[in-house]
Nanobody, 121 residues
């Protein structure tokens, strides 16, 4: 079964740091773009950061300079380092990736189950 598994969420105080990790597993022959999205209560899911297979990155304006996305292609992993966290960063964070699977012989979009990040004093 192909899946994305996230870890690293939690409750932190404003100004703290947190690192999210996401690993793809299953019958995968290649991984395209990977990214992190978030959804706060009552709001639409939004892109936080994305990274191409070659390492090109893109960030939401609200997190530029505070968050860093990275990936390890050998480990099928993408990470999000979040520094100087603010209460408005509170949301469920979802991993997203284009996974090429042996079953379909094509790339499809996959989502993780989500991990809660709460920033509160």
């Amino acid at each position: 079964q192909v899946q994305l598994m996230e870890s690293g969420g939690g409750l932190v105080q404003p100004g703290d740091s947190l690192k999210l990790s996401c690993t793809a597993s299953g019958s995968i022959f290649s991984i395209g773009a990977m990214g992190w999205y978030r959804q706060a209560p009552g709001k639409q899911r939004e892109l936080v950061a994305a990274i191409s297979r070659g390492g090109s990155t893109d960030y939401a304006d609200s997190v530029k300079g505070r968050f860093t996305i990275s990936r390890d292609n050998a480990k099928n992993m993408v990470c999000l380092q979040m520094n100087n966290l603010k209460p408005e960063d509170t949301a469920v964070y979802y991993c997203n990736a284009a996974l090429g699977t042996y079953g379909t012989r094509w790339f499809n979009n996959y989502w993780g189950q989500g991990t809660q990040v709460t920033v509160s004093s």
